[in-house]
């Protein structure tokens, strides 16, 4: 009986371990673009090979590649914004859209710094409720300079952040469907 009990265990961890072996990453773009017709193969291809360990990643690690490129670009976006606070010629309403999409792009990167520590932990769950989080950025800042009626100062910079957000997010779900295999 002892024997069952240890081999069904045994199972059930190789079936929960399989969940993040090696896939390679162009099936997994395959099926990032399956799932969600508005992301690109090319994109997700082209964002995730700049880091050669992705040739060889289990979606768990190519999780956390995309959120690192996440982490990145919403960088890069906040040194943007800050180029652009210098600006004294903002009006009223840019500096106030401007500080809100910092302020997003700020909670972004420490949603996305969560989300990694909940994928190296084993919380995919939790990872995935931490990237949604993150990927409100793009979108708060735009809707910050809607609100006030005025143009977006980052609208490429937004744009770029959402699909790389969205490609962490997909990414990510793929995980947690292969997780909660019985």
């Avoid at 040739?55 to 914004?81: D, E, F, M, P």
Wanted: glycine fraction near 4%; charged fraction near 20%.
């Amino acid at each position: 009986m002892k024997s069952i009990i240890l081999f069904a265990s045994a199972l059930v961890l190789i079936l929960r371990n399989s969940a993040f072996a090696s896939a390679s990453l162009e099936d997994t773009c395959k099926k990032v673009q399956a799932s969600d017709p508005n992301d690109k193969y090319e994109f997700c291809i082209t964002s995730l090979q700049v880091v050669p360990e992705s040739r060889t990643a289990n979606l768990s690690q190519l999780t956390i590649i995309a959120t690192q490129l996440s982490i990145k670009n919403y960088t890069h976006t906040l040194g943007v914004i800050a180029q652009l606070l210098k600006n004294h010629s903002l009006s009223h309403w840019q500096k106030e859209a401007l500080e809100t999409c910092q302020e997003s792009y700020n909670s972004g990167v420490d949603d996305s710094k969560d989300a990694i520590k909940d994928v190296k932990a084993g919380d995919i769950f939790g990872a995935s409720a931490s990237l949604s989080a993150a990927a409100g950025a793009p979108g708060d800042c735009e809707d910050a300079f809607s609100e006030g009626e005025e143009a977006s100062l980052l609208p490429r910079e937004d744009d770029l952040a959402s699909k790389i957000s969205a490609l962490a997010i997909d990414i990510v779900a793929l995980l947690k469907s292969k997780s909660s295999i019985p």
